[in-house]
């Protein structure tokens, strides 16, 4: 997400950083190459023009020039006009006093809306809010049937009447069986459209009227560049949108939209879609995506990803197994399959502080995803008795398990010993001097 504009950005920051002083040329000669930055990122240039202009006029003051750390403080202002940018109004998702909560999903097709519908549904399921699938997309083939192999996969009802041809009416009788059922939120899946049109519009304007949705959410293509920006403000003219959510910000996508379009529609973005998981879809919070794009990492959002995968019970019995320094290749392989569940690992890594920087100096097969499923392959091999004692392992069992995980001895060495290095570790902290250092090194 954003790496191209990060690693840019990062890269400004660290020479103002490393300098004990700062001039109003050396502000102005990086404010230039962030502007630079966020226009090959695809930023509005009206936009990145104001943004640039609010930091010169922060930056250029004893605030700055008298801190005892000048490139520090750019930075911190840099961080408040960023987040300042992606801010409008309230990022929450609203919820009805009068069950249920009704959210209508809007967007152009190829957006990923339908599938945004099942991930908004798991969303809220894990929060313990029960939701019903509203299957009122008629006018693609088999939008039917795709949100009923979601719901079926995720455990969500879904209404749909086979044969019909009226949205609005299946829209309407939706959201009464939700009322019928008792759950405290529907999502109307609509129709996408290629290109907007007035006859299309009048539907959306239809449904809206029938079903009284609490949000009105269009679901936009962060790929699409400032494209999705004259979308958005073409579909708010017409339903006075309430949010927005934008998907496919793992991709190719320059990042361009998503700094854009709040800054010139003023309408809140309430999700974002970060993979093509059920699970990858993060409630937004300015700030955090602020930290992120600055390098600085994203802890919260980390801890609650974390907490979401890792079950409970399992995180107990390692840290048990950590504490008596019986930590084997097992339950190494069970963290790595958990680890897979919260997403890239790359994108994992973003949310750590620090980690533009650290990312520069190491290699990209450190940190390829074929590192992890080649490890995985590797423990896969072995046998449960070699998993649990890995100093069993001999020559010709190396061979056996290179053989047979498609990778070579050495692979297979440089594992163990990296292992071996891991449970070293964990027995210096399994003692209570190990944890009393531990303690002091994070004082």
Do not use: C, W
């Amino acid at each position: 997400m954003f790496d191209q504009l990060t690693d840019k950005l990062t890269t400004v920051f660290e020479k103002l950083t490393n300098k004990g002083r700062l001039t109003e040329k050396d502000v102005d000669e990086a404010l230039r190459e962030v502007r630079l930055a966020l226009l090959e990122a695809d930023v509005n240039f009206r936009v990145a023009r104001e943004f640039i202009k609010r930091i010169q006029e922060r930056s250029i003051g004893q605030e700055v020039f008298q801190s005892l750390t000048p490139g520090q403080q750019v930075v911190k202002i840099v961080h408040d006009e960023l987040t300042a940018i992606l801010t409008a109004d309230n990022h929450a998702l609203a919820s009805s006093e009068q069950t249920p909560t009704v959210i209508m999903l809007v967007g152009l097709q190829g957006s990923g809306k339908t599938t945004t519908a099942a991930k908004l549904a798991h969303h809220l399921d894990q929060g313990g809010h029960r939701a019903l699938m509203v299957a009122a997309d008629l006018r693609r083939p088999a939008a039917v049937d795709q949100l009923v192999t979601l719901g079926t996969q995720i455990g969500v009802p879904v209404y749909q009447e086979t044969g019909s041809s009226n949205s609005v009416q299946v829209a309407k009788n939706g959201v009464a069986k939700a009322i019928s059922l008792g759950l405290p939120f529907a999502i109307v899946d609509t129709g996408g459209r290629m290109q907007i049109d007035e006859e299309s519009m009048a539907e959306l304007q239809e449904v809206k009227q029938a079903t009284a949705p609490t949000e009105v959410l269009m679901v936009v293509d962060a790929m699409t560049g400032q494209e999705a920006v004259n979308a958005a403000t073409e579909f708010h003219h017409k339903l006075d949108l309430t949010g927005l959510i934008l998907t496919k910000l793992d991709g190719d996508a320059r990042g361009g939209a998503a700094l854009s379009i709040t800054a010139e529609t003023s309408i809140p973005i309430k999700f974002i879609g970060t993979g093509e998981r059920i699970e990858n879809l993060e409630a937004f919070h300015p700030d955090r995506l602020s930290s992120r794009i600055l390098g600085m990492g994203d802890v919260l959002s980390l801890v609650e990803r974390v907490q979401k995968t890792f079950e409970k019970e399992s995180t107990v019995k390692l840290e048990k197994k950590i504490r008596e320094a019986t930590f084997d290749l097992e339950d190494f392989l069970s963290q790595l399959q958990q680890i897979k569940r919260m997403g890239p690992i790359s994108q994992v890594l973003e949310m750590v502080p620090g980690f533009s920087s650290i990312k520069k100096r190491m290699g990209e097969t450190d940190l390829d995803e074929g590192r992890l499923k080649q490890t995985e392959a590797i423990i896969r091999s072995m046998t449960p008795s070699e998993r649990q004692e890995p100093t069993i392992i001999n020559g010709s069992r190396r061979r056996r398990i290179s053989k047979g995980s498609g990778t070579t001895p050495q692979d297979v060495n440089q594992l163990l010993s990296q292992f071996r290095q891991m449970q070293k570790m964990m027995r210096q902290l399994s003692t209570d001097r190990g944890r009393r250092e531990m303690m002091r090194m994070f004082r």
